[in-house]
């Protein structure tokens, strides 16, 4: 089905400026047809959309010095502020917006209003397509990490961006304080986990996968310990060079707005694929999450850990090998 962007364009609602285009911040499913992509540079921070767009022969966070650039807005203020500076940052020319009205587009608009030169906006979709002409936007937050009055580093758009995740506070202290060996924190986020593993002195390396790679400059501000290494990659699909002996996780349970188990499953997967014959996973979630069947599933041993009024710590061994 054509998006919004590519109706907006075959009705004469948008104009695509000629010359190379910077595409920031695209979803997964994007529809980019009006482009092309030739000459066209996609800019995201996401392992996972810089792995679909590469797959289709796009180019991927490469510099350039576009003459205009789309944002696709993201769902966090900040982040949309910091998406706007940088696309004016990269170029004078048009930017065009594309935002969902579930993620705030006209409050955006307005303030982009106060600023510059804004067409009239095109309403489909649930959203709304405009053009930004001019305009200055580098008071707005830097797509980048800053460090915040608690000391901890965080980026526009990271999740937990304003405080420790309250699930993770919950498994940090949960874990038991002889882990030891290999760790992988799996959606290592801004490495709060990561943190809390390093203080457990057995533990000999953690390796935070993580596909926000904001998050993961958060991270390593954040953690300056030699036992721990970045990983920019798809937790369903990154594999450790040799099995590890736990997965810490904090899995997300959403994709877009709307709640969704099955990511959370298939890094329940993931891990149970990481993992030594006698390896553990220990995994926080919402109680309401169905983890237990795919838990089971995966591995031949499954404990309840820990648990609270809002969460559950699953602590899961020895992983089932299938053949084939
Ligand atoms: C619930 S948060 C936990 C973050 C961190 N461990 C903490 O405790 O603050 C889940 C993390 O998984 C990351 N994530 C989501 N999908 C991912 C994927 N496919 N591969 C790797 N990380 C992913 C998110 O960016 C987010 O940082």
Known sequence: MAGRLSLAVDNGHVVLPDGAIVVIEPR???DLSPLDSAETVISTRFATVAARFQGAGWTVNQEVTPAGAVVVLP??????????????????????????KTDGVDAILKECRK?????????????????????????????EPTEGSDGWWRAPGVFSGDGVDKASAFLADALPKDLKGRVVDLG??????????????????????????????AAQRNITDARAGPHWADALNWVPETPVDHVVTNPPFHVGRATDPKLGQGFIRAAAAMLKPRGQLWLV?????????????AFRTLELHAETSSFKIFHASSPNRRKG
């Open 285 to 297: 979630a919402n109680r309401h999450l169905p983890y237990e069947e795919t838990l089971k599933d």
């Open 28 to 30: 997964e499913d994007s």
């Open 188 to 217: 290592a986020g801004w490495g709060y986990l990561t943190t809390a593993l390093l203080d457990r002195p057995a533990v000999t390396q953690v390796d935070m996968v993580e596909n926000d790679a904001l998050a993961l400059d």
């Open 115 to 143: 600023r510059a030169e804004v067409s009239d906006a095109w309403s489909k979709a649930h959203g709304k397509v405009f053009t930004i002409t001019g305009g200055r936007f580098d008071d707005w937050p830097e797509l």
């Open 75 to 100: 769902r966090a203020r900040d982040a949309q502020k910091a998406c706007l500076r940088r696309a004016r940052s990269l170029t004078d020319g048009p930017i065009i917006v594309d935002g969902d």
